[in-house]
């Protein structure tokens, strides 16, 4: 696998890219604490782009199914290249509307990236490969998310936001170039691939339904999104309630460094087990580290928490993407992912809003407390559904055999 050089791109590519977004996103919140007062207002601003996101991802699976993955990636980076162009129109005029602009086209140019990148992924390595490669893949992502939020972090005390978003600018041209540089076999010679290209977005259901296993990991992909869509708005949130920035930096740097040690672990982790017990073991601590929060007001349990969330997640997405790299049909990959790109917007967008509002309301502690018990309910329900189906599929086999 490590030979083969489209590998090394897409691992360079998606450090580049997650570089440029997370100094962008340190960029963002700087400008809406200037200019944004409200908790609520700034998920609100936030919840338009991811909008805009959802409203395209039928359109994105379509065209990823019907079209060459790389030639999606080459077009979705020129987009995340214009939106950055309306940020810098956004700090010229102190314009909370332009920012908004700039996050409904980076959302859309990511409704395009992502799918396609999840679906090019298999066919560049082999599926043995695929736990090793969305490890290694988030570890980029992650690796830059720390230099980016801490190299970003050191240059708003030097240098003005301006100069944050053109670095920004500078990652996403480097971004266009690395893809550019792939080469990948797309030819549709497979019959199945024909049936891809025309096939509906709506056929994705059927498919689920004939497929439950797939729906109820699709359940407790929720959990983690209950943390992450949280993330930004309780680390600003836990630095108040301790009077300290250096918190900030100690939040993201405790919780990367885990994702990151998990990441490389989880190959060794998951061993030749059942996939979906594995995500129901990594739902649960994710849902520990949630309950861990009441006790927010201790630096140490705070740090404790975004490190075990870290370590979860880490291991978590690598097995989620490869159990739907190996679990769906290929020709319904592009419009599979997609359709799982928005069910993850439209919940991220529920828990901006609902966490803007809740800290506003009830507070950091409390918030936990219930997303916690949330998570839970939703793993229960995942489970019994999943041992009702074991028990539907003996009884058909025995019947069969019988």
């Not at 602009?101 to 090019?120: E, G, N, R």
């Not at 309780?234 to 939040?251: D, P, R, Y």
Request: charged content about 10%.
């Amino acid at each position: 696998m490590w030979r083969n050089r489209n590998v090394w791109i897409v691992l360079a590519g998606e450090f580049i890219a997650s570089l440029g977004l997370w100094m962008s996103i340190i960029a963002n919140l700087e400008f809406m604490q200037k200019h944004v007062p409200s908790d609520f207002m700034k998920s609100l601003i936030l919840f338009t782009g991811l909008l805009a996101g959802v409203l395209v991802g039928p359109l994105a699976g379509r065209v990823i199914d019907a079209n060459k993955k790389k030639t999606i990636l080459i077009y979705s980076g020129i987009g995340r290249l214009i939106s950055v162009c309306f940020m810098f129109v956004a700090l010229a005029f102190d314009s909370v509307l332009w920012m908004v602009m700039f996050a409904v086209f980076l959302q859309i140019s990511a409704a395009f990236t992502l799918p396609a990148l999840q679906a090019l992924i298999p066919q560049i390595v082999a599926e043995k490969d695929l736990i090793t490669l969305n490890g290694v893949n988030m570890n980029a992502s992650t690796v830059a998310r720390i230099l980016g939020t801490a190299a970003a972090g050191s240059l708003l005390m030097v240098v003005d936001l301006y100069t944050l978003y053109m670095a920004s600018f500078v990652a996403y041209v480097l971004l266009l170039l690395s893809t550019m540089l792939l080469r990948v076999d797309e030819t549709k010679k497979e019959g199945g691939k024909r049936h891809g290209s025309k096939g509906s977005f709506k056929e994705v259901i059927p498919m689920l339904k004939s497929m439950p296993v797939a729906t109820m990991a699709l359940i407790i992909s929720i959990v983690p999104l209950l943390f992450i869509g949280a993330f930004n708005l309780m680390v600003i949130n836990i630095s108040e309630m301790h009077q300290s920035s250096e918190i900030k930096g100690a939040l993201y740097a405790v919780e990367g460094v885990c994702f990151i040690v998990a990441a490389f672990l989880v190959r060794y982790l998951s061993g030749n087990g059942n996939l979906l017990n594995r995500l129901y073991l990594f739902s649960v601590m994710i849902a520990i580290s949630q309950f861990m929060l009441l006790f927010a007001d201790y630096a140490w349990v705070a740090l404790a928490s975004f490190g075990l969330f870290g370590f979860a997640a880490g291991c978590y997405f690598p097995l989620l993407s490869t159990y739907f790299q190996t679990t769906i049909p290929k020709e319904y990959h592009g419009r599979f992912f997609s359709f799982r790109s928005m069910i993850d917007r439209v919940m991220f967008q529920v828990v901006l809003l609902t966490v803007g509002l809740l800290l506003d309301t009830i507070g950091l502690q409390y918030m936990a407390g219930i997303f916690g018990a949330l998570s839970l309910v939703l793993i229960l329900i995942s489970m019994l559904r999943f041992t009702q189906e074991k028990q539907v599929q003996t009884a058909s086999s025995t019947e069969q055999a019988q």
